[in-house]
């Protein structure tokens, strides 16, 4: 199925947009100007719809259950019904539907994380495993983990100052 063509984005007009709500007459009179500047025409090469990658998978890896899913066949490939023992025994979330895992699981093989290999046996066996692509993703999201783990008690001491000092909105 070929996906129409984007339109083109008017990167000046994205720009002068970003000033407009920053109510600076250019970004370079802001100093975070650059930096949005530069987020701006990322996302104009990027893309920035609902349906693009770049959204997609960062929603993907915000959603419930597949950064996990992703973590577990990290430790090699498994069945469906196994995964969905595993992702029970290692969270103490609510168990994961059938449904559910079918879905996600779905999601990841449709943007090449994950492949879904079938045995011809009677009767079949399908076992979901991560793809070279997966592996990489993978690879980056265990950097995130390894940084929450550096920071881990900064981020439990900021949660205690905010608390203590109350929420001023």
């Known amino acids: 199925m070929t996906k129409p063509k984007k339109a083109a984005v008017?990167?000046?007009a994205?720009?002068?947009r970003v000033a407009r709500a920053l109510n600076v007459?250019?970004?370079d009179?802001?100093?975070?100007g650059g930096r949005l500047a530069a987020m701006v025409r990322s996302m104009a090469t990027d893309g920035r719809g609902r349906e693009d990658p770049i959204r997609e998978i960062f929603g993907r890896l915000g959603d419930k259950w597949s950064t996990l899913l992703l973590l577990l066949l990290g430790a090699g490939p498994f069945r469906h019904a196994t995964l969905r023992r595993l992702v029970g025994a290692v969270t103490d979330e609510a168990r994961i539907s059938q449904r559910m895992l079918t879905l996600r699981l779905r999601s990841l093989e449709r943007d090449g994380l994950?492949?879904?290999r079938v045995t011809p046996t009677v009767p079949p066996q399908v076992e979901y495993a991560l793809t070279d692509l997966g592996r990489d993703l993978l690879a980056q999201v265990e950097g995130l983990m390894a940084w929450v783990r550096r920071h881990h008690d900064a981020?439990?001491?900021a949660r205690a100052r905010f608390h203590d000092s109350g929420p001023e909105d």
């Not at 009179?29 to 975070?32: I, K, N, V, Y």
Request: charged share 30%; proline share 5%; no cysteine.
């Open 10 to 12: 008017d990167v000046a």
């Open 14 to 16: 994205e720009l002068a």
């Open 25 to 27: 007459a250019d970004l």
């Open 29 to 32: 009179d802001h100093p975070g």
């Open 114 to 116: 994950v492949e879904r």
């Open 155 to 157: 981020v439990l001491a």
